[in-house]
């Protein structure tokens, strides 16, 4: 009912640049936060940078000052311009969003299938 589909990604010399966009569809009546995750082989899954509607704009600091997260509040887009990129960016991009169905509904999180993003010279 509800679905996050990730476009982007590929591969990449260090230095350069990439975006990543994700929409949700479906039924949505709210969505509080949008996000970007991501998961390097053997490593837990990490917050890359987060939008939410009332806290505004977070990066993790690996990121800060190379990544700019965007959200469209009345498309349900997010999307992540990645630059200056390193090979410890190399991982699997998650999109993120919480968000509820109806308007007395519950607020859960839900996932996208994930994009993969690698540095390397």
């Known amino acids: 009912q509800v679905q996050l589909v990730e476009s982007g990604g590929g591969a990449v010399q260090p230095g350069g640049s990439l975006s990543l966009s994700c929409v949700a569809s479906?039924?949505?009546?709210?969505?509080?936060?949008m996000a970007w995750y991501r998961q390097a082989p053997g490593k837990q899954r990490e917050l890359v940078a987060r939008?939410?509607?009332?806290?505004?704009?977070d990066y993790a600091d690996a990121v800060k000052g190379r990544f700019t997260i965007f959200r469209d509040h009345t498309e349900n887009t997010v999307s992540l311009q990645m630059s200056e990129l390193k090979p410890e960016d190399t991982a699997v991009y998650y999109c993120?969003?919480?968000?509820?169905?109806?308007?007395?509904?519950?607020?859960?999180?839900?996932w996208g299938q994930g994009t993969q993003v690698t540095v390397s010279s």
């Open positions: 993120f969003a919480n968000l509820r169905m109806r308007a007395l509904g519950a607020y859960l999180d839900y």
């Open positions: 479906g039924t949505i009546f709210s969505i509080a936060t």
């Open positions: 939008a939410d509607t009332v806290e505004g704009y």
